[in-house]
T-cell receptor, first 113, second 114 residues
Framework: GQQLNQSPQSMFIQEGEDVSMNCTSS?????WLWYKQDPGEGPVLLIA?????ELTSNGRLTAQFGITRKDSFLNISASIPSDVGIYFC?????????????FGQGTILTVHP | DAGVTQSPTHLIKTRGQHVTLRCSPI?????VSWYQQVLGQGPQFIFQ???????GRGNFPDRFSARQFPNYSSELNVNALLLGDSALYLC?????????????FGSGTRLTVV
């Protein structure tokens, strides 16, 4: 089945620093999604990308859908303590598999004040 | 507006028992998906239902089954529980069927099998 490799596995940064994480796959996806999960909660959608090459921002977050459709990255600028959490990328094939999201292993982000 | 509601929030079961988890989607949403999230990993797709029909199934054994009711709520059933079934079970709802419809996750049911 499809596999998503997400890196880095964890990051420890100072408040105010920028963060970058990425996801790669051996399979082509038609949609890339980035989620954040806080302890005891379900994932919350941050950014959705629907076209190869698309660059989308949501406040301090910016994500891009790779040209090959096999990768995506997420950048967080000027990190703040509430950015702490686990970030997941997820790919969606489309065709008849609309409901199936394939998730990466997650990036654990720790922000020191 | 209520988000995706899952019940119960926590559950402890013994090996070999059966469990039923429930999900109420966002009002107006017709599609429900179920995911299993083992500690330290990303969610794994189990099932998707749309308009009360199964539209997708992940790589899980037949001990896992689900259904969707006329009001679009859903149940996930797991028979003959194993220790390895201990996980956070997430339900996600979507307005409709299609790639451009986002998925909203509930807070999950934490299942512990002892």
């Amino acid at each position: 089945g499809q596999q998503l490799n997400q890196s880095p596995q964890s990051m420890f940064i100072q408040e105010g620093e920028d963060v970058s994480m990425n996801c790669t796959s051996s399979s082509i996806f038609n949609t890339w999604l980035w989620y954040k999960q806080d302890p005891g909660e379900g994932p919350v959608l941050l950014i959705a990308l629907y076209k190869a090459g698309e660059l989308t921002s949501n406040g301090r977050l910016t994500a891009q859908f790779g040209i090959t459709r096999k990768d995506s990255f997420l950048n967080i600028s000027a990190s703040i303590p509430s950015d702490v959490g686990i970030y997941f990328c997820a790919g969606q094939l489309g065709d008849t598999s609309y409901g199936k999201l394939t998730f990466g292993q997650g990036t654990i982000l720790t922000v020191h004040p | 507006d209520a988000g995706v509601t899952q019940s119960p929030t926590h559950l402890i079961k013994t090996r070999g028992q059966h469990v039923t988890l429930r999900c109420s989607p966002i009002s107006g949403h017709k599609s429900v998906s179920w995911y299993q999230q083992v500690l330290g990993q990303g969610p794994q797709f189990i099932f998707q239902y749309y308009e009360k029909e199964e539209r997708g199934r992940g790589n899980f054994p037949d001990r896992f089954s689900a259904r969707q009711f006329p009001n679009y709520s859903s149940e996930l059933n797991v028979n003959a529980l194993l220790l390895g079934d201990s996980a956070l079970y997430l339900c996600a709802s979507s307005l409709d069927w299609g790639i451009n419809y986002g998925y909203t996750f509930g807070s999950g049911t934490r299942l512990t099998v002892v």
